[in-house]
């Protein structure tokens, strides 16, 4: 799994690609805790085009973003999910409390 | 052993292994003959299953031993055959009691596991045997229906 950020004025956009699983969910949450928090970025995006596969530890760790974000009361956003991602978000009954995009266009309008 | 051996695995509680056991169940079960949502879906539980033993029975260690036997088991009334995997830990005896998904409509960080293994076996046991856990996994290939 490989993390990088692009930071804009307002936002900043993680790219994730790979597996987000038990080995590197930690670095997830870790970066999307310190952009949130520390940094206190108003608009978080998650491009998570390149992920292919994303098990409960990786939903937690948006969903700590995501409750971050509520409490910082910055937009917390997800596009670009993979089939796998999205099934595993709308099995955790999910899907519908993020914000969600099909593309980056859309994340940022 | 219950089953046609298909796979057997033993490695370390590394999450690092989580990839390369997934790399594994998707292309077996491919080769088992279930669809690709149903692949995923066990290729799900059988990794929600392996990084509970990882965090759970053993705490996070990296170097501790767990074995995965995936076997054919027979059929069961109105089913092709059960694809069955079977995780074995030598982490402290797990009460089953207490192995409980949380509710959905709680929107927390964690409890999801269990929750996915349920929701994608047929069959899910957990014992303890000869000083291990074992957990047992089936899930059975559906059966074309006749016109």
């Given at each position: 799994m490989q993390i990088s950020a692009r930071r804009m004025d307002t936002t900043t956009i993680f790219d994730v690609s790979g597996d987000i699983d038990l080995a590197n969910s930690p670095e997830i949450r870790k970066a999307l805790l310190k952009e949130i928090k520390?940094?206190?970025?108003p608009r978080v995006v998650m491009?998570?085009?390149?992920?292919?596969y994303i098990d409960s530890s990786g939903v937690a760790s948006l969903v700590e973003g995501l409750k971050a974000s509520r409490d910082a009361g910055t937009r917390f956003i997800l596009y670009g999910l993979s089939p796998a991602a999205r099934e595993v978000l709308q099995l955790s009954r999910l899907l519908k409390i993020f914000e969600v995009h099909d593309t980056e266009e859309q994340a940022l309008a | 052993m219950s089953g046609d051996l298909l796979l057997k695995m033993e490695l370390r509680s590394?999450?690092?292994m989580l990839c390369v056991v997934r790399a594994a169940m998707e292309q077996l079960t491919d080769v088992f003959g279930f669809s690709a949502p149903e692949t995923r879906s066990v290729t799900r539980a059988v990794d929600e299953a392996l990084t509970n033993i990882m965090r759970?029975?053993?705490?996070?260690?990296?170097?501790r031993p767990i074995e995965i036997l995936c076997q054919r088991v027979p059929k069961r009334?109105?089913?092709?055959?059960g694809f069955e995997v079977l995780l074995t830990d030598r982490g402290p005896a797990v009460?089953?009691?207490?192995?409980k998904g949380r509710r959905l409509d709680e929107i927390k960080p964690g409890g999801l596991g269990l929750h996915f293994i349920r929701q994608s076996m047929d069959v899910v046991e957990f014992k303890r045997e000869q000083g291990a856990n074992l957990l047992q996994l089936v899930k059975y290939l559906k059966v074309e229906k006749r016109d």
């Open positions: 520390e940094t206190k970025t491009n998570l085009v390149k992920v292919r | 590394d999450p690092g759970h029975s053993y705490g996070g260690q990296v170097d009334p109105g089913t092709g055959d009460d089953p009691s207490k192995l």
